[in-house]
């Protein structure tokens, strides 16, 4: 299973809506490659929009790291915002830890590139 890291968190709601349509998307094309995804922001966000739960990296870390520790590969979905994410440089910090594949997708889901 890839665990799909994406940016989320941000002042603006619609640029939070934004990130979750394009992680959802990217989602979408890869299990129709044939690949199974994880995506933190695609389970999660309408649950925390629903219940008005925090939509902040503090209150989901624990939660994140349990379903990361799961995977089989971690893959940033590049986006505006996964350079300066703090979530997604924690999990990628504990991905490395753990020894993970690492690599990235683009928005589209199409390319997975792994580093050297």
Same mark, same amino acid.
């Given at each position: 299973?890839i665990y799909l890291?994406?940016?989320?968190?941000?002042?603006?709601?619609?640029?939070?809506?934004?990130r979750f349509l394009?992680?959802?998307?990217?989602?979408?094309? !890869?299990?129709?490659?044939?690949? #199974? &995804?994880?995506?933190? $922001?695609?389970?999660?966000?309408?649950?925390?929009?629903?219940? @008005?739960?925090?939509?902040?990296?503090?209150?989901?870390?624990?939660?994140?790291?349990?379903? !990361?520790?799961?995977?089989?590969? #971690? &893959?940033?979905?590049? $986006?505006?915002?996964?350079?300066e994410s703090t979530?997604?440089? @924690?999990?990628?910090?504990?991905?490395?830890?753990?020894?993970?594949?690492?690599?990235?997708?683009?928005?589209?889901?199409?390319?997975?590139?792994?580093?050297?």
């Open positions: 299973m890291a994406s940016p989320y968190s941000h002042p603006d709601p619609l640029i939070m809506r934004t394009l992680a959802e998307q990217c989602c979408a094309r !890869l299990l129709q490659s044939g690949q #199974f &995804v994880y995506s933190p $922001i695609v389970h999660c966000h309408e649950l925390a929009q629903k219940f @008005a739960l925090p939509t902040d990296f503090a209150f989901w870390k624990l939660y994140n790291f349990d379903m !990361l520790r799961r995977a089989d590969a #971690f &893959v940033v979905l590049r $986006i505006s915002g996964w350079d979530g997604v440089r @924690a999990e990628y910090e504990t991905a490395k830890a753990l020894g993970m594949t690492c690599g990235f997708v683009t928005e589209e889901g199409e390319e997975i590139s792994w580093p050297e």
